[in-house]
């Protein structure tokens, strides 16, 4: 997965492919999955979510570029992979996901292989952030959403960095969007294939 996957298509950051590597995959598929818990695409999980491709985590994890020790809310925590690889880069997450049954057993996954300490998971509609802790110097979205919802904007830290897949219902575009003081600077990084992102900023 690393070097075929990750290395050749610019997964270039170390502390990405480290963690990458740090976390077992096959702990966050179903049982009937597990052989292809290392495959090059998403998988299902519960209740209709996927997992998504390892490269698409990988490349998230990379344009995110948390630092050591950083706060990070993640959006979509579905199975709890994406949360657990940025943990591994020593950050501190704060993961929101609609379903309860997701939400929990991600909690308990998460625990068990040890992360509990460094993410905390709640039930709720990420699309309108998590104001407590705002604002955010990180924000990754795992699902698509029409557009840039307003109020993870306004929860972005200077210097922050969200990103976010925004486009149709069924495809989307990776964008970075970075915060510099008053100005926010977006980027393109690539067609993208997400779950809708629901909610109040997102699909009805
Ligand atoms: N990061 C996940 C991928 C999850 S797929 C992983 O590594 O497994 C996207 C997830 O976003 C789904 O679990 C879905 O339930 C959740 N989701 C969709 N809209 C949401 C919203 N408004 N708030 C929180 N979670 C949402």
Do not use: N
């Not at 490269?55 to 994890?61: D, E, F, G, N, Q």
């Not at 925590?77 to 501190?92: E, K, L, R």
């Amino acid at each position: 997965m690393l070097g075929v996957q990750l290395r050749a298509r610019g997964i270039v950051d170390e502390r990405v492919l480290a963690a990458m590597a740090a976390v077992p995959r096959e702990r966050f598929v179903p049982t009937e999955s597990r052989e292809e818990a290392y495959a090059d695409r998403a998988l299902r999980i519960a209740a209709g979510q996927t997992i998504s491709q390892p490269y698409m985590v990988a490349l998230m994890t990379q344009l995110l570029d948390p630092p050591l020790g950083c706060r990070v809310l993640e959006i979509g925590t579905g199975s709890g992979y994406q949360a657990a690889v940025i943990a591994a880069m020593g950050c501190d997450v704060l993961g929101v996901e609609r379903l309860a049954e997701l939400a929990s057993s991600a909690r308990e996954r998460l625990e068990a292989l040890g992360f509990g300490a460094r993410v905390e998971i709640r039930v709720g509609d990420g699309s309108l952030g998590w104001a407590a802790g705002a604002p955010w110097p990180r924000i990754i979205v795992a699902a698509g959403a029409p557009s840039v919802p307003d109020e993870l904007v306004a929860q972005l830290a200077d210097g922050g960095r969200l990103v976010i897949p925004v486009g149709g219902r069924r495809d989307q575009e990776l964008l970075l969007v970075e915060r510099r003081g008053p100005k926010l600077v977006t980027t393109d990084h690539g067609p993208c294939v997400f779950v809708p992102l629901r909610g109040a900023g997102g699909w009805a």
